[in-house]
């Protein structure tokens, strides 16, 4: 049952893709919410939220963040190089100390890792999100779609659950403000499940224009991730989830309905909210 208080909740990662919308679903169910950001000076944020400077990586920064919440949004990844988490217990303890009652983590990999550790062991109740592929990833076709309508990708026939941000968001809102959801992890996915080319399609589709699928070679889309920064352990972990992906990855689950009371936002949806990206 939701409660009707309103609440102090901290979301880390606040000017993230989930972080922004988690922000805006909170402050407009009329919870009191401070973002954490490393830095304030830069972060744009809804009007309502307390931005409040800290560092994941570093603990001792971290005090006047956590003092007073009622409910914390945690992420497993920071620094520049979004290493996973090792601050995992100092950041439970701050948890446990200021009394927050529940706690979201946002999983960055398939399994449990060393924040989720560190939350349980603290005793704390908590809940992990367990997204699969963000609809939001797909605005990097935007300037390609935009300049020649055209979309370059490998791995077209490989079916995804994509899930839209905001659903994410919605449901760490319900979890964070609401009883009953400790000790479980949410998978949470889109209401359908659509290869690259099922993607494109619906492209072409909300934009009332033709937009080209061009397949790339698994060498071309590796040579395009090690030119973007990524490590060699990230291109193993991207072949993985496209050559041999993990049954939850395409498989549609009915959590996000299940949690917040409404169905899942589409993929078209999706497209629809951002059409200005794909168009100038």
Sequence with gaps: MTTQESLTVLVTGATGTVGRALVRRLLADGHRVRGLT????????PEGCAVVGGDLTDPAT???????????????????DLA??????????????????????LGGDVEPGPVEAAVDAAGLSWTRLAPVEFMANKREWAPSVAAESTVRAAFADVPSALVHEAD??????????SDGHGGR???LTGPEALTVRDQ??????VLDRD???????????????RAAGFSAEDIAFFLAMRTDPPEFGYSVRPTVQEVTGRPARTFAQWVGEHALAFTS
Excluded: K, M
Aim: charged fraction near 30%; charge should be negative.
């Design 38 to 45: 490393r830095d304030p000076a830069r972060a744009v944020l």
């Design 62 to 80: 971290l005090g006047d963040a956590f003092r007073g919440v009622d409910a914390a949004h945690l992420i497993t990844f920071g620094g520049d």
């Design 84 to 105: 996973p988490l090792d601050t995992g217990p100092q950041i439970a303890d701050l948890c446990v100390r200021n009394g927050a009652r529940r706690v979201t983590v």
């Design 168 to 177: 994410i968001a919605d449901v760490a809102a319900a979890v964070l403000s």
């Design 185 to 187: 992890e949410y998978l």
């Design 200 to 205: 494109v399609r619906i492209v072409a589709d």
């Design 211 to 225: 937009v080209r699928l061009v397949e790339q070679s698994r060498e071309e889309a590796v040579e395009e991730w």
